[in-house]
Nanobody
């Protein structure tokens, strides 16, 4: 079992920046890819970004590409999302997720991730 804990959410004005962190713990028996998703009330969970175990491969949704940067920590059990040029439409609960398939491709589908954090609220005011 893998536990994921997010931190770093908060309230920021449009144009500002936030950095989210995700710490993984538990029985990490094999390399796992990780990702960030976000969700607003009444909508499905939306893919934001993903990063491979090594940190060498990344993927972004079109809505955040060029503004957000995903990365892994040195020990590989932490993950970060640097969010710049934030917009009000980025307001959501952001979830950290882990994919244990080790398939060689980064998934953008929430259903293919096996473990989830509890989420952290990001609010961007206009």
């Amino acid at each position: 079992q893998v536990q994921l804990v997010e931190s770093g959410g908060g309230l920021v004005q449009a144009g500002g920046s936030l950095r989210l962190s995700c710490a993984a713990s538990g029985r990490i028996l094999s390399a796992i890819d990780m990702g960030w998703f976000r969700q607003t009330p009444g909508k499905e969970r939306e893919f934001v970004a993903a990063v491979s175990w090594s940190g060498g491969r990344t993927s972004y949704s079109d809505s955040v590409n060029g503004r957000f940067t995903i990365s892994r920590g040195y020990a590989k059990i932490t993950m970060y999302l640097q969010m710049n040029s934030l917009k009000p439409e980025d307001t959501a609960i952001y979830y950290c997720a882990a994919d244990r398939r080790n398939s060689g491709s980064l998934s953008t589908t929430a259903g293919e991730y096996d473990y989830w954090g509890q989420g952290t609220q990001v609010t961007v005011s206009s």
